[in-house]
T-cell receptor, first 116, second 113 residues
């Protein structure tokens, strides 16, 4: 199993540009999470899908952020327009059960986003 | 908002020593408490987890101690090794329905040779 696959690993973009982050969860995992990690705020849950349906998007900071999960094997997180304060490492995680996953989340290696 | 408070922010331990990281929570509905380990450039990975029906769980050199009345739990790393140098996150969640994990802010551990 290749684990959770995220792309790109690094993204540098100019303020105002659209950024799309991609995630392929582990096959058979029904739950998918997008997290943002910064030194100041730690790991923040942005949005959570179960069976491709968004369950909780209360962590999405503002309308500039959107996430989709068109099928069980693919999800995107889009920022439009991007701002310097969006610079962070964005993680995707998947789990075999709803919510806690009970047996843990499997995280991808993250996308380091820098907005200049 | 549900919170998990983690301390210390950073920790330096000599090789062979014991590393101790503490977490406290507020939500009495929490009943699943995992610890995650993160190396630079990698995502967090599940290390060990405990449920409140036991007060301690041990896996190799890693032990979780749990105090339900105090709403506190801690990670102990015995015989700490340089390879244990990483950031450690505690987390908590109700283990029901669609609840999700709430993470502490992390502890950066450095084990000196």
């Amino acid at each position: 199993d290749a684990g959770v696959i995220q792309s790109p690993r690094h993204e540098v973009t100019e303020m105002g540009q659209e950024v799309t982050l991609r995630c392929k969860p582990i096959s058979g995992h029904n739950s998918l999470f997008w997290y943002r990690q910064t030194m100041m705020r730690g790991l923040e849950l942005l949005i959570y899908f179960n069976n491709n349906v968004p369950i909780d998007d209360s962590g999405m900071p503002e309308d500039r952020f959107s996430a989709k999960m068109p099928n069980a094997s693919f999800s995107t997180l889009k920022i439009q327009p991007s701002e310097p304060r969006d610079s962070a490492v964005y993680f995707c995680a998947s789990a075999s059960r709803p919510g806690t996953g009970n047996y843990g989340y499997t995280f991808g290696s993250g996308t380091r986003l820098t907005v200049v | 908002q549900q919170q998990v408070k983690q301390s210390p922010q950073s920790l330096i331990v000599q090789k062979g020593g014991i590393s101790i990281i503490n977490c406290a929570y507020e939500n009495t509905a929490f009943d699943y408490f995992p610890w995650y380990q993160q190396f630079p450039g990698k995502g967090p990975a599940l290390l060990i987890a405990i449920r409140p029906d036991v007060s301690e769980k041990k896996e190799g050199r890693f032990t979780i101690s749990f105090n339900k009345s105090a709403k506190q739990f801690s990670l102990h790393i015995m015989d700490s090794q340089p390879g244990d140098s990483a950031t450690y996150f505690c987390a908590a969640s109700p283990d029901s329905g669609y609840s999700t994990l709430t993470f502490g802010k992390g502890t950066m551990l450095l084990v000196s040779p």
